[in-house]
């Protein structure tokens, strides 16, 4: 959707689709950080020339430092305790 078509959008409308998004946020966020705990499981960082997971998330898919920190351990998190699943 285009972000200026949503000054159109009557306020229920507006906060409907920002519930949606939201819950599509999490659910692409619990599918990052598996994918994040199973590339680490694997040490395909490694295998692609990256000395560590932070390097090869910061270089090769864009996340700023802080971001990759927080998805690397909300990723061992999980995989630590993996009934947090059902709260992301």
Known sequence: MNPFNLRKLSNDDLVLQ???????ERKLLHLILTHICEVERRQLHLKRAFSTLYDYLTREFGYSGAAAMRRIEAARLLRQVPELSDQI
């Open 18 to 24: 920002l519930r949606k998004l939201v819950s599509e």
